[in-house]
T-cell receptor, first 114, second 114 residues
Framework: AQSVAQPEDQVNVAEGNPLTVKCTYS??????LFWYVQYPNRGLQFLLK??????LVKGSYGFEAEFNKSQTSFHLKKPSALVSDSALYFC????????????FGAGTTVTVRA | SAVISQKPSRDICQRGTSLTIQCQVD?????MFWYRQQPGQSLTLIAT?????????ESGFVIDKFPISRPNLTFSTLTVSNMSPEDSSIYLC???????????FGPGTRLTVL
């Protein structure tokens, strides 16, 4: 079985401050991890992924995430948040041995205030 | 990335009717999926749309309620049958690209059942 937990329903930060969105996962095999962002009335946009290799992965719009195997975490980070980063963020996981099915976290709403 | 279009983008339907949602991809893909996002909720996988064979449904979803067609490698339809207000959701088509180990989502179809 595979699952994802996003412990925070909401994250509020001031523009220019660092932004962190937390994600922990559970899989029986090796994890493939993803972050997606959803803007109001829009579909999901792919941000970044971890498949293998460097634990720190960089993605779109200045976002990065760090894979931590011992803590089974894949937190999303941005050094300096923008008001335009305000959106709903989803972490997703799949087991590398399964048939490509993603399991999503509940989502975290990020609000960046000017 | 993959360019995915869905029709309709939104609809308001009466209880007891059915709606067919179309998903078109700009290139051939092996894996296509249908997800549901209920209001304020995360994404839940409905089924994997298999080309040339019956779809594979997740627990809690059945073919009679959500019949799926996949006539070729670029197109799929999802029908929501005998609708009730509980079916009000965003329905998203998704495709998987082996080359980049990435999964992309369509813009979604926002369904409201009265």
């Amino acid at each position: 079985a595979q699952s994802v937990a996003q412990p925070e329903d909401q994250v509020n930060v001031a523009e220019g401050n660092p932004l962190t969105v937390k994600c922990t996962y559970s899989v029986s095999g090796n994890p493939y991890l993803f972050w997606y962002v959803q803007y109001p009335n829009r579909g999901l946009q792919f941000l970044l992924k971890y498949i293998t290799g460097d634990n720190l992965v960089k993605g779109s719009y200045g976002f990065e995430a760090e894979f931590n195997k011992s803590q089974t975490s894949f937190h999303l980070k941005k050094p300096s948040a923008l008001v335009s980063d305000s959106a709903l963020y989803f972490c997703a996981v799949r087991d590398s041995s399964n048939d490509y099915k993603l399991s999503f976290g509940a989502g975290t709403t990020v609000t960046v205030r000017a | 990335s993959a360019v995915i279009s869905q029709k309709p983008s939104r609809d308001i339907c009466q209880r007891g009717t059915s709606l067919t949602i179309q998903c078109q991809v700009d290139s051939q893909v092996t894996m296509m999926f249908w997800y549901r996002q209920q209001p304020g909720q995360s994404l839940t996988l409905i089924a994997t749309a298999n080309q040339g064979s019956e779809a594979t449904y997740e627990s809690g979803f059945v073919i009679d309620k959500f019949p799926i067609s996949r006539p070729n490698l670029t197109f799929s339809t999802l029908t929501v049958s005998n609708m009730s207000p509980e079916d009000s959701s965003i329905y998203l088509c998704s495709v998987y690209r082996d080359l980049n180990n990435e999964q992309f989502f369509g813009p979604g179809t926002r369904l409201t059942v009265l």
